[in-house]
């Protein structure tokens, strides 16, 4: 039975001590990318797109703000409501302009200043926009 004890420590005591080590992979990424935070409803209010660019992934640093940036919506009606920017990398919607309607179909364009970039322009697909389900 002391016997039996002995093992079950020795057992914890080599399942506890074999701790989790970080492993950081060997990567060579460069190359930054747009992150590109927000959300378009039919709900009266400002709607906010937030626009950053990609952190290296051993770096723990805040993402860094996309700014001076022209966002636009466009709609399948030929609409294109510009976005303003509010704060480092944040761009709203005038709320007295811009409401979504479901049914419709929205795009998101943005145009960086990063002019040095061979491709600073980005559109998303165009969306429709669906109701929202009630909730049970």
């Known amino acids: 039975m002391r016997l039996v004890r002995y093992i079950i420590i020795l057992s914890v005591l080599i399942i506890t001590g074999s701790c989790v080590s970080k492993f950081f992979p060997e990567i060579n990424e460069t190359q930054e990318m747009i992150v590109v935070e927000g959300l378009i409803t039919d709900q009266p209010g400002v709607n906010t797109v937030k626009l950053t660019r990609s952190m290296p992934l051993n770096e723990e640093n805040n993402p860094k703000p996309l700014r ?10 030929g609409n294109i409501y510009g976005l303003t920017e509010s704060g480092a990398g944040i761009y709203r919607t005038n709320p007295s302009e811009f409401q979504g309607v479901v ?13 040095s970039s061979p491709n600073n322009s980005y559109e998303s697909v165009p969306m429709e926009m669906k109701p929202v389900p009630a909730i049970d």
């Open 103 to 115: 049914g419709k179909k929205y795009q998101l364009k943005i145009l960086t200043n990063d002019i």
């Open 68 to 77: 001076g940036c022209t966002v636009t919506i466009a709609d399948d009606d």
